[in-house]
């Protein structure tokens, strides 16, 4: 009996550890901001510390070439990529948030605004009104965005600044049927505790 | 025997017999404790009550560690900070360090059925909050409250005690524990599933995580209703019934608890078990966010891994259990004591090699699942030396015991993960330190009858005068120790195989054990 099990249990352990040799490796390194030009100027519709309530409320975002940058450089510009990020209040103590200089490594920039074409027509700065998403949580936000190529890799970008955060209300997801159901339910263990009482009373005293 | 009436007296001496003998499918002990275990078999009342506890402490762990794979989403709906996350993942344990001592007496004084039923149903409020809470400070409440469950832990460990003898109480156990355990594994998978199974429904995240939680909810309400339903808590019937009748003494709780707190042993295996079963605890509830946040692999990844290091309890923990019976059918006490120290200090130096392989995702994952099997053998070899520390307070021992395994994991992630102080890969290979230093105590732990690590056995102890030694002569007198004698008896192959007939031992109900 002894020896069959051991058998089963290392078997066992060999076939976890082989698993484990295949599981897929994390993903490679890619573009670092630190190489990227400052090149955008982007501006938002809300003020620093408004309040918007995710799913309803709206903030329209513009974007342009920075005055200080050539008239042509906007030229390579084919796309651009616009995130919502957490502000340095929204980062403190919550290591899952972290900003990272690689840029496939970034953690602080998890929401996607838009991604459209760069150049609006006319020439005039591009924009995007958007309504904040129902899956953004509560925090403090600044909005990034990327000017990107033909293949989608990342030349240039701009940011407003994350000092001047404004603030999202997140859904809680509670309904009101999962408050009844969580009453009901407790209700019902505490009651089938106190059944189970009774009767053993009952027989204890015949 | 009445005059002139010799046939319906020996009829009614064999009626008298059938009733106070009850008959029982599987082989028992003078105890009434089965000497087999039949791990497929529901037979009442030794198997049934086997698969009702290990099934009502599986989903005890399920409820208790449904957090920590939802954390990635959980984190962001009530705003949590690594504080917010460190500090539930502490009281999720710290509840049950008092609740198990709590337990362990209630078992004594009311037996296991009532005891473990009653803190399962009064903490499935609990986790059905779960479902409607809103901040971080209401996140730690329902984690805290929750955990209270896991005292059912010691009631399992009691009713197998209970119900299963000497040569297989070690097995018994391990299974137990060990597959109620499962639960901190099995939930790592269940959650995630549930909550994509939920939001393919049509929930949109931020809700879908908070019906999931009905599930650990549901199962820990009906698994306790079969408990109270289905459950005995003593081969021989109920406790109510037991000391109504007389054979069973009702002890008081004065006695019991004097008689474990004066047992320096049950200190120690508390220490030592904390840092065996304190850190599988401590490690349930980070190892997930640790690949997550470290490897940048998926939520379901990393909560597969986190799973497999769960899941290792169903057969490493009975392991443990099986290698303590074996090492007492062929070194007694002794080999038990050897065989806790030596897999408990190898957990501990697998851990130390898990925090600095942090650079390799493969190598991480391999030797985590390596400390995972060592690290519950070694909560599996404890159980089986627990249940021989005392008779009389087998209980609160067990709940002492317990309880000290949450002290250990609440230490464990107050001092290395908590907070932003170490990087969760530091703080494992301290915790790896802290648990070899923590595991050297058993050398000091000696049983006059059967020795301990480094010394023999005293010439002329007995196991008889052990288990007495706990109650005074009048207590003797009245006949109040029967239980601890027939213990005793039945214990007397813990000497090794000088001390006991022959490897095989089982105590058949008809011989007289004691003269070897």
């Given at each position: 009996m002894a020896p069959q099990q051991s058998i089963h249990a290392l078997s066992v352990l060999a076939a976890l550890l082989f698993a484990a040799a295949c599981l897929p490796a994390p993903a490679a390194a890619g573009v670092h901001l630190s190489t990227l030009p400052k090149a955008l100027a982007v501006t938002t519709s809300a003020k620093p510390g408004q309040v918007l309530h995710a799913g309803v409320d709206s903030v329209t975002v513009t974007w342009s070439l920075n005055t200080t940058e050539p008239a042509g450089a906007a030229a390579a510009y084919k796309n651009v990529k616009v995130k919502l990020c957490y502000a340095p209040a929204s980062q403190k103590d919550r290591g899952w948030r972290n900003s990272n200089d690689d840029l496939s490594k970034d953690k602080a920039c998890q929401f996607k605004v838009t991604q459209q074409a760069y150049a609006a027509a006319g020439g005039s700065p591009g924009t995007f009104p958007y309504v904040v998403a129902r899956d953004v949580p509560s925090g403090s936000y600044y909005v990034r965005a990327y000017a990107t190529d033909a293949s989608g890799t990342e030349v240039a970008y701009g940011q407003t600044s994350p000092a001047a955060a404004f603030d999202v209300a997140g859904i809680t997801g509670i309904h009101a049927s999962l408050k009844v159901a969580a009453g009901v339910f407790s209700a019902f263990s505490v009651a089938a505790l106190a059944f189970f009482f009774v009767v053993e009373n009952r027989k204890k005293n015949k | 025997m009445a005059e002139g009436e010799l046939k319906p007296a020996a009829m009614q001496v064999e009626a008298a017999e059938a009733a106070s003998k009850p008959r029982f499918r599987m082989p028992v002990d003078s105890d009434n404790k089965a000497t087999e275990f039949w791990i497929f078999s529901f037979a009442r009342p030794h198997m049934s009550a086997f698969h009702l506890s290990w099934f009502s402490f599986f989903c005890c762990f399920l409820s208790t560690f449904a957090a920590p794979p939802l954390l990635p989403l959980i984190r962001d709906t009530l705003g949590?900070?690594?504080?917010?996350?460190?500090?539930?993942?502490?009281?999720?344990?710290?509840?049950?360090?008092?609740?198990?001592?709590?337990?362990?007496?209630?078992?004594?004084?009311?037996?296991?059925?009532?005891?473990s039923a009653s803190i399962i149903l009064l903490t499935t409020p609990a986790v059905y909050c779960f479902a409607i809470i809103d901040s971080p400070s209401s996140f730690l409440l329902v984690r805290f409250f929750t955990g209270f469950s896991l005292a059912s832990f010691v009631s399992t460990q009691f009713w197998m005690s209970s119900m299963f003898s000497s040569p297989k109480v070690g097995l018994a156990n391990g299974v137990?524990?060990?597959?109620?355990?499962?639960?901190?594994?099995?939930?790592?998978?269940?959650?995630?599933?549930?909550?994509?199974?939920?939001?393919?429904?049509?929930?949109?995240?931020?809700?879908?995580?908070?019906?999931?939680?009905?599930?650990?909810?549901?199962?820990?309400?009906?698994?306790?209703?079969?408990?109270?339903?289905?459950?005995?808590?003593?081969?021989?019937?109920?406790?109510?019934?037991?000391?109504?009748?007389?054979?069973?003494?009702?002890?008081?709780?004065?006695?019991?608890?004097?008689?474990?707190?004066?047992?320096?042993?049950?200190?120690?295996?508390?220490?030592?078990?904390?840092?065996?079963?304190?850190?599988?605890?401590?490690?349930?509830?980070?190892?997930?966010?640790?690949?997550?946040?470290?490897?940048?692999?998926?939520?379901?990844?990393?909560?597969?891994?986190?799973?497999?290091?769960?899941?290792?309890?169903?057969?490493?923990?009975?392991?443990?259990?099986?290698?303590?019976?074996?090492?007492?059918?062929?070194?007694?006490?002794?080999?038990?004591?050897?065989?806790?120290?030596?897999?408990?200090?190898?957990?501990?130096?697998?851990?130390?090699?898990?925090?600095?392989?942090?650079?390799?995702?493969?190598?991480?994952?391999?030797?985590?699942?390596?400390?995972?099997?060592?690290?519950?053998?070694?909560?599996?070899?404890?159980?089986?030396?627990?249940?021989?520390?005392?008779?009389?307070?087998?209980?609160?021992?067990?709940?002492?015991?317990?309880?000290?395994?949450?002290?250990?994991?609440?230490?464990?992630?107050?001092?290395?993960?908590?907070?932003?102080?170490?990087?969760?890969?530091?703080?494992?290979k301290y915790m790896g330190l802290m648990i070899i230093a923590c595991t050297l105590p058993i050398t000091l732990i000696y049983f006059p009858q059967w020795g301990g690590m480094f010394v023999g056995p005293r010439p002329g102890a007995t196991a008889d005068d052990y288990y007495n030694r706990e109650w005074t002569a009048h207590e003797r007198e009245k006949g109040f120790n029967t239980a601890s004698v027939r213990f005793a008896e039945n214990s007397v192959r813990e000497g090794g195989r000088s001390g006991s007939q022959s490897k095989h031992t089982t105590v058949p109900v008809e011989s007289s054990p004691a003269d070897v």
């Open positions: - | 949590l900070t690594a504080t917010d996350i460190g500090s539930a993942g502490i009281a999720s344990v710290s509840g049950a360090v008092f609740a198990r001592v709590a337990m362990g007496t209630a078992c004594d004084l009311v037996g296991p059925r009532l005891a137990a524990g060990g597959w109620g355990n499962l639960g901190g594994g099995a939930v790592q998978l269940i959650m995630p599933l549930v909550f994509e199974a939920i939001g393919k429904i049509g929930s949109t995240p931020f809700t879908a995580w908070r019906v999931a939680f009905f599930i650990p909810g549901l199962l820990q309400t009906v698994s306790a209703i079969a408990v109270l339903a289905f459950g005995q808590d003593m081969p021989d019937g109920n406790y109510r019934k037991l000391h109504k009748s007389g054979d069973m003494h009702k002890d008081s709780f004065g006695n019991v608890l004097r008689h474990a707190v004066t047992n320096y042993r049950a200190w120690i295996l508390a220490l030592t078990y904390g840092y065996s079963f304190g850190v599988e605890l401590a490690v349930d509830n980070i190892i997930a966010q640790y690949f997550y946040d470290r490897f940048g692999v998926k939520l379901s990844t990393a909560g597969f891994i986190a799973a497999s290091f769960g899941m290792a309890n169903i057969i490493s923990r009975p392991g443990g259990g099986l290698m303590s019976d074996w090492l007492s059918s062929r070194f007694g006490m002794r080999g038990r004591l050897w065989g806790l120290w030596v897999v408990q200090t190898i957990g501990g130096v697998l851990c130390v090699v898990l925090g600095a392989v942090d650079y390799s995702f493969g190598t991480s994952v391999a030797v985590m699942i390596l400390f995972s099997l060592f690290v519950q053998a070694a909560c599996g070899l404890t159980f089986g030396i627990v249940p021989f520390v005392s008779r009389r307070s087998l209980g609160l021992i067990s709940g002492m015991t317990g309880g000290g395994g949450n002290v250990g994991a609440v230490l464990t992630q107050l001092i290395f993960f908590h907070g932003s102080k170490y990087k969760t890969e530091t703080g494992i």
